[in-house]
């Protein structure tokens, strides 16, 4: 299975290695920088390479590359996402996953490393369990250890472990015994030239945070559960209660947790939000273009749409963009040539409208096609879906737990093509 | 190119440590008997592997900066690293304060993750592995494992030290061959240990063990055998991981537990399900039949062949009957349907991957929803996943095609991506949605990603060839990218184009002048030659241009790429055929430059077609033949898929992903076309018989455990076979029943040999009854067991297992089931039995509805001369099948049973079995229930449910002071209920 990891930074240095069998010479990297070098963004390296002895398995995360040798053969998904949820766990545990707090907490990481893997097979993924065997560093904690010496590690096997319900662990007390729930909806779609869906879907996650004494048992039933077309589940729900009754039944982890993900059925039209009227042309004569975008609300549900923001790739040509914005603020970025358009709140009474020119370089033909804009938006207090939940039950438990739930749409990957 | 430096700190020594390394972490390099003027060939990470050869001549330990060119284009901090420095945390390891320690150790594992070697700390570092700080241990074990392997001698006096607590795991990492036998004896004992923790570890090991040393194969192998045996689902994925490692061709090994595996699969923990679905998938290819046979039937409810038709595969083979899933082929594709809703996309991955090797086809399409789903996923789960199916599909437009939109290409997706999401449109083309994929790729030719831009023009030239009614649509579209200011792209056009025209060889004279007009704008030499190619090929259909063409080209030969220069000699020789009157000279002309070009493949090829065309009295026969070599007619280029022959790897493999076969990549067999004897996996029936005979059950803990998960495991069973096979028995046709009645003949005597291990049941629970004795039988003994599994045939049905024996002096012919009373009895009875020969015996299942209640089923048990009549009278608790559930649902559950619904007895308990281990076994013998964890001491809980009503029964025990206890059962049934009571009271109360 998995041989040995590599953690490499942005620009090609290998700050953590470790290895779960015998020890692999880090020069086996250089057929991945050579990969590297090929690719010129990060983004479009190959996931998996083969050099004449190892196999190398990457993922892209926060700027950081994960490597992974491996030497036989392995479902190169499996290695993928343990990757990936060495990357979570390393971000659940310290709020980020950058280069300088994994060297800030360099112990940590690699005791987290010995307990998640063995001999290269996964031990302990649940944050849950790790957590009870290696503690996440506080503030408070840090300083206590360093005045008694006591240590961050658990002393225990850990318990959850042993039990039917691995991801939680036992004897969780809280004063406060609070359960939220965010349904958060993002909207994929891709709109043409003319403003036509091309393409558009939704996909929906609860996340849940569960702070519950015990070993509750909760219910959680939805208005609407037909709307759910295609769903995936934490491993505490039951599957069986969700096939005959449409609830989602389980005995939660500790925590911030992703209790589902739900793709909404084609079958319903996706609402979008906003209309995006564009026009973005490059004269065949001197070394200009014209820019001029407006948006406007469409299908709202009566809500305002904030952290409007409109991102574009600018073709290699542009040299700068001298625009005016009618609300929020623009960046050009020269380098990378990316047009960053922050608008912020929708206003339906007064459009946002941005316009320019663009100057290009002389001499080089005018950029063939117009580059497509990427929108971001939040609207908050709903889903765009039209998903309610409807209540949520606990069971096992005496006390009251404070409940809630949150709406929230964003767009995901909204793109309008022009 | 930006050129920088990087400094590298090599820290050597001359002193005869005998492991001196680089600050690389390769195992040592030099032995102590090399001179100080070391050599070191020592690779760098830079794009060129710049090879450094020191001399040193050395008197001191010495830090010396080197300088390397490299390309990366960063400066890097020269990072101290020295002597003084490991002296200090030396003497941080001896000091006599913890956290000193703590901290020096947690340096040195700095140290070890930036791949900085620390060897030299080793003994210092050992010393405190008996200590008593878990953290400070744990440092300890990290640091031992990651350099045991160099300093042996110094690990193994470590491992004196630990042993002591023997922590299995750090050392089975220990790579040491010396403690090969150590490592052994403390895999056999965790193997057997009580804690499936423990156990779990264990597996672990055997792979790390089998690695160091694979001498030790044989007898790791009866561990694993132990192992898989084992019914925890935290052992499961682990022992089935070591068996791949170890052993992965001992198939045998599987057939016991494979229907185990099926069951437990959706309660293992995500990463042991996808090595156990692997695994199956590979065991199911070499135990079933193909489910792809022609006008093969797919019967959800045959689950009724279950134990009765060992031969029936074998016998459907030779007849050709329709085909009939195996039961336990079915088993594993219905276990593992619920785990597409994984969060893990691996886990996702490997079912469809299953699904797609073991499915009949039309069942194949319900993982379609949930590859997609994982498209939403990380950019490396969606590269993976778009791989497979592009594979998927070429086999299987339909599958994909209603989810085309979910491929359409971002442009903010990478490029190996977009590439794949193209290959995937293309693959899924037809002629109804050809004209929406078409409109589709217009967008992505103006992509300004060259790349793709080309290979959208590629495809379109795929969907060309593939879909004839587009063919012309494409044609033009391409003509008209013929202008596009791109080159790539006007460069790749060309060439798609003169792949279609090469299939498509009508009337495209338009588009070759067109080409023509066009050629002087273009530059890319694979452009070019392309279209020289067309212009001799369909010479005769653009007489005018083709000459003027060859006049441009023999102006520019000289400046021309090679594969142009080709390509100008062909057109040359080809219009000297067929128009020698206004080429001949020019002809002449380009041979002569073509003869003194530096590429020798020009002017081979020149000789060449001068000796073919130009006629003289060299030449020989060949001449005649020019025309017919040179302008015969060429087949048209296949435009196929680059997935096209990656199905002859497993789906969702590296081998898959890399397009080549990888390290240890097991190829996933054909079905067989006689599936082997099924009969193999049937041992699950009476495994509760024989589990005692095996070695681990001296320890009682594990008892309840294993009793508890199995009960988990039979309800889950009980409910999945409660879906499909209600109605099997009024579905199974007259034919399928006559049928089965045939193969019977042919599987009595197969049977003869395996009651001899079922006979003898000692285990506790399982008690065994008479029904008929030899001597009023006739010769024919019967006796039952209630097996406690949940009954297959109907989920209301109580099962009951019936040993036949003969033992009369003549065979026994066409044993079967009479008449019953009461006479609505729902009994599921065995097959009729042909033949009995003296002194064998077979055991048969039965189910039997028993309605909740201990009325005797009574029936006639017939042989072909005699009836006897005989009844089953079951105690009460073999009504019952356990149920799993928390304390808490327990309390709950209890709280809505009171008053009418509660009875409740003080008894005084035998004082052997105050305990509770005893406790539980004694009532475990009385009924068949599943214990509750209690959190309470002098609390013991069990619960279950009646078979055919599934109305709960909560058994609840307190002990009280001085050996009374209070035994209260809560259930609505409350006849029940009273029974229930007495029998337990008397289990519990005699000693």
């Known amino acids: 299975m998995i041989h040995s990891l590599f953690l490499i930074n942005h620009s090609g240095d290998i700050f953590l290695e470790k290895h779960w069998k015998s020890v692999i010479s880090r020069s086996v990297c250089d057929y991945f920088f050579e990969a590297r070098e090929k690719a010129v963004d990060p983004e479009n390296v190959p996931p998996v390479l083969q050099t004449p002895h190892h196999y190398l398995i990457s993922i892209y995360r926060g700027k950081l590359f994960f490597l992974s040798v491996i030497q036989t053969e392995v479902a190169p998904l499996f290695v993928i996402e343990f990757l990936h949820r060495v990357a979570d766990t390393i971000q659940d545990y310290f709020g980020e996953c950058s280069e300088g707090i994994i060297k800030d907490n360099i112990v940590t990481v690699y005791e987290l490393l010995e307990e998640m893997l063995d001999n290269g097979f996964p031990l302990a993924t649940e944050s849950n369990v790790l957590k009870e065997m290696i503690r996440p560093p506080t503030i408070l904690r840090s300083v206590v250890n360093t005045l008694t010496g ?217 950029p063939e096609d117009n580059p497509s804009l990427n929108i971001d938006l939040k609207i908050q207090q709903l889903a765009i879906s039209g998903l309610k939940v409807s209540r949520l039950d606990m069971y096992g438990e005496k006390y009251k737990p404070f409940k809630g739930v949150k709406y929230l749409t964003k767009a995901g990957k909204f793109q309008v093509r022009t | 190119m930006a050129i920088s430096f990087q400094l590298f700190f090599l820290e050597l020594f001359y002193t005869t440590n005998a492991h001196t390394n680089f600050n690389s972490n390769s195992s040592s390099s030099c032995g102590s008997s090399q001179p100080a003027w070391l050599k070191y060939i020592y690779p760098l990470n830079s794009q060129k592997c710049t090879t450094l050869v020191l001399h040193l001549n050395m008197t001191s330990p010495t830090v010396y900066p080197l300088c390397v060119e490299q390309t990366t284009g960063v400066v890097v901090q020269p990072q101290l690293f020295s002597v003084p420095r490991n002296e200090d945390l030396k003497e941080m390891l001896e000091s006599n304060k913890e956290s000193l320690k703590l901290e020096a150790m947690k340096r040195i594992v700095g140290l070890i993750a930036k791949g900085k070697n620390s060897s030299e700390l080793f003994p210092a570092v050992v010393k405190n592995v008996a200590s008593k700080n878990i953290e400070l241990k744990k440092l300890v074990y990290v640091y031992l494992v990651r350099y045991a392997e160099e300093q042996q001698d110094l690990a193994l006096l470590s ?54 040393d694979p001498d030790q194969k044989e007898q790791l192998i009866e561990v694993i055998e132990k192992l898989l045996k084992d019914k925890s689902t935290l052992v499961a994925g682990s022992v089935v991981m070591a068996f791949e490692e170890v052993c992965p061709d001992r198939i045998d090994l599987i057939h016991k537990n494979y229907r185990k595996l099926c069951n437990l699969l959706v309660d293992v923990e995500e990463w042991g399900q996808v090595v156990i679905i692997s695994m199956l998938t590979r065991y199911a290819r070499t135990q079933f039949t193909s489910p792809w046979t022609e006008g093969a039937t797919f019967d959800e409810n045959n689950e009724k062949t279950f134990y009765d038709s060992d031969s029936e595969e074998k016998k459907e083979q030779t007849e050709a009957k329709p085909y009939i899933m195996d039961p336990d082929h079915r088993l594993l594709l219905r276990n593992t349907k619920p785990l597409l809703q994984s969060r893990n996309t691996a886990v996702v991955m490997s079912v469809a991957q299953l699904y797609w090797h073991l499915a009949p086809k039309h069942e194949v399409n319900i993982v379609t929803k949930s590859l997609v789903r ?154 070019r030659a392309s279209i020289l190619w067309l212009m001799g090929e369909y010479c005769e259909r653009v007489p005018k241009i083709a000459p003027d063409v060859l006049r441009k080209m023999a102006k520019t030969f000289t400046a021309e790429e090679d594969i142009v220069k080709l390509q100008i000699v062909n057109l040359a020789a080809k219009l000297y055929l067929t128009n020698s009157k206004q080429t001949k000279l020019l002809t002449q002309y380009i041979l002569n430059l073509g003869k003194y070009d530096q590429n020798y493949d020009i002017r081979d090829r020149t000789r060449f077609i001068r000796q073919l065309i130009v006629p003289n009295e060299k030449s020989g026969a060949l001449n005649k033949y020019a025309r017919r070599i040179l302008l015969a007619p060429k087949p ?65 803990k594990s008892d309840s455990e294993s009793e508890e998960e199995s009960s988990e495991e039979s309800e889950k069973t009980s409910t999945d076979s409660g879906k499909s096979s209600s109605g099997s028995e009024n579905s199974s046709s007259e034919s399928e029943s006559e049928q089965k009645k045939k193969k019977k003949t042919k599987k009595a005597p197969q049977k003869k040999s395996k009651p001899t291990a079922v006979t003898t049941p000692s285990f506790g629970p399982v008690k065994t009854y008479e029904l008929l004795h030899h001597m009023t039988g006739k010769g024919l003994s019967a006796k039952y067991h209630f097996p406690r599994q949940p009954c297959l045939y109907e989920p209301s049905m109580v099962a009951v297992q019936v040993i036949l024996t003969n033992s009369s002096d003549h065979s026994l012919e066409e044993i079967h089931i009479g008449e019953r009373s009461p006479a609505g009895l729902n009994i599921h009875c065995f097959n009729t039995i042909e033949r009995l020969e003296p002194e064998a015996s077979v055991t048969v299942s039965m189910g039997i509805d028993f309605s909740d209640s201990t009325q005797a089923a009574n029936f006639q048990l017939c042989t072909k001369e005699n009836q006897f009549s005989v009844s089953i009278q079951p105690a009460v608790g073999e009504l019952l099948m356990p149920s799993t559930m928390t304390e808490q649902d327990f309390t709950k559950e209890q709280g809505k049973l009171l008053g009418m619904n509660e009875t409740s007895a003080t008894i005084t308990m035998a004082t052997a079995n105050t305990s509770s281990q005893a406790i539980s076994k004694q009532v475990l013998s009385v009924a068949n229930v599943g214990v ?56 519990l109360t005699q000693a």
């Not at chain 2, 509750?932 to 619960?943: G, W």
């Open chain 2, 374 to 527: 994982l498209l939403r996923s990380h950019r490396e789960v969606q590269f993976i996943v778009l791989q497979n199916i592009a594979t998927m599909s070429i086999q299987r437009k339909g599958m994909f095609e209603p989810f085309m939109k979910s491929f359409y290409v971002r442009s903010t997706d990478a490029t190996h991506i977009k590439t794949l999401k193209l290959e995937i449109l293309t693959n899924l083309a037809n002629e109804a949605n050809i004209s929406t994929i078409l409109r589709e790729f217009q967008t992505y030719v103006k992509s300004q990603d060259k790349a793709f831009a080309a290979a959208t023009i590629q495809a379109i030239g795929r969907c060309a060839t593939n879909i004839s009614e587009v063919t012309d649509t494409c044609l033009n579209g391409l003509v008209l990218l013929l202008s596009n200011r791109d080159e790539t792209v006007v460069a790749e056009s060309v060439v798609v184009i003169k792949k279609l025209l090469q299939t498509q060889p009508t009337q495209h004279s338009e588009i070759i002048k067109h080409m023509a007009k066009l050629f002087d704008n273009i530059t890319v030499p694979m452009a």
């Open chain 2, 159 to 212: 491992i004196r030290l630990f042993s002591v607590s023997l922590a299995l795991r750090v050392l089975s990492s220990i790579r040491v061959p010396i403690i090969v036998p150590i490592m052994m004896l403390a895999i056999k004992e965790a193997a057997a240990d009580l804690s499936p923790y423990v156990r779990k570890t264990s597996a672990h090991a055997i792979q790390k063990l089998y690695s160091l």
């Open chain 2, 636 to 700: 048209a280029p296949v435009l196929e898929s680059a997935f096209k022959d990656r199905d002859r790897f497993q789906l969702g493999t590296l081998s898959h992903s890399i397009n080549s076969k990888a390290t240890g990549y097991q190829e996933l067999s054909d079905w067989p076309a006689v599936a082997p004897d099924q009969s193999v996996r049937n041992v699950e029936v009476i495994e509760p018989v024989r589990n005692p005979s095996s070695s681990h059950t001296p320890y009682h």
């Open chain 1, 150 to 366: 006591s240590s961050n590690v658990g002393d225990t096997l850990p318990t959850g472990q042993l039990s039917n319900v691995p991801w939680r662990r036992a004897g969780v007390k809280y004063t406060n015994n609070e359960a939220y729930f965010d349904v958060i909806e993002e909207i994929d779609a891709i709109l043409d030239k003319s403003g036509t869906t091309v393409f558009a879907e939704i996909q929906g996650v609860i996340e849940a945070c569960v702070r519950l004494t015990g070993m509750p048992d909760l219910t959680l039933s939805f208005m609407n559960p037909r709307l759910l077309d295609d769903v995936s589940f934490h491993p505490c729900v039951r599957f069986k209660r969700w096939e005959s009754e449409r609830v989602l039944s389980f005995i939660p982890p500790d925590g911030n947790f992703t209790l589902m993900n739900y793709h909404v059925s084609s079958q319903n039209l996706v609402a979008i939000p906003v209309y995006v009227k564009q026009s973005i042309s490059f004269f065949e004569t001197g070394p200009c273009g014209r820019l001029d975008i407006t948006i406007g609300p469409k299908q709202t549900m009566g809500k305002t749409v904030e952290n409007m923001m409109v991102t574009i790739h600018m073709p290699k040509a542009v040299l700068n963009a001298n625009l005016t914005a009618t609300q929020g603020t623009y960046t050009y970025d020269l380098t990378t040539k990316v047009l960053v358009w922050d608008i912020g709140k929708l206003n339906p009474q007064k459009l946002p409208n941005l316009r320019g020119s663009l100057s290009t370089q002389v001499g080089v033909p005018k």
């Open chain 2, 932 to 987: 509750v964890s209690s959190s309470q001491n002098n609390f013991h809980r069990f619960a279950g449910r009646t078979v055919s009503s599934g109305a709960l029964v909560l058994v609840s025990l307190e002990l009280k002071e001085s050996s009374s206890a209070l035994l209260t059962i809560n259930t609505e049934k409350s006849v029940m209920a009273s029974m229930l009571l007495r029998d337990l009271k008397q289990a």
